[in-house]
Nanobody
């Protein structure tokens, strides 16, 4: 079993920055990709970003491209999401997840999920 624990959420003003962290229990074939998703009230779960632990490749949703950066610290088995120039529409619960697929943006292909961390952006 791959376990993931998110942290770093909070309240921030529009234009501010926040860094989310996700501690991953192990790097295996079940965690080839580490992704970030978010879900706002009344909305479907939305893909945000993904990084490959195989080659470090990344892929971002158009809505966050240029503002968010996903990265890993392999020594710590941790994935980060640096969020800059935050907007009120970024408000959501953010989840990290692990997939056996490479750079997939489909929630159905992620087998392990964290419990989520709340990010609230005020205007």
């Amino acid at each position: 079993q791959v376990q993931l624990v998110e942290s770093g959420g909070g309240l921030v003003q529009a234009g501010g920055s926040l860094r989310l962290s996700c501690a991953v229990s192990q790097r295996t074939d079940s965690s080839r990709s580490l992704g970030w998703f978010r879900q706002a009230p009344g909305k479907e779960r939305e893909f945000v970003a993904v990084i490959s632990w195989i080659d470090g490749g990344t892929y971002y949703a158009d809505s966050v491209k240029g503002r968010f950066t996903i990265s890993t610290d392999n020594a710590k088995n941790t994935v980060y999401l640096q969020m800059n120039n935050l907007k009120p529409e970024d408000t959501a619960v953010y989840f990290c997840a692990a997939s056996s697929m490479v750079l997939t943006n489909s929630p159905r292909q992620y087998n392990y999920w964290g419990q989520g961390t709340q990010v609230t952006v005020s205007s």
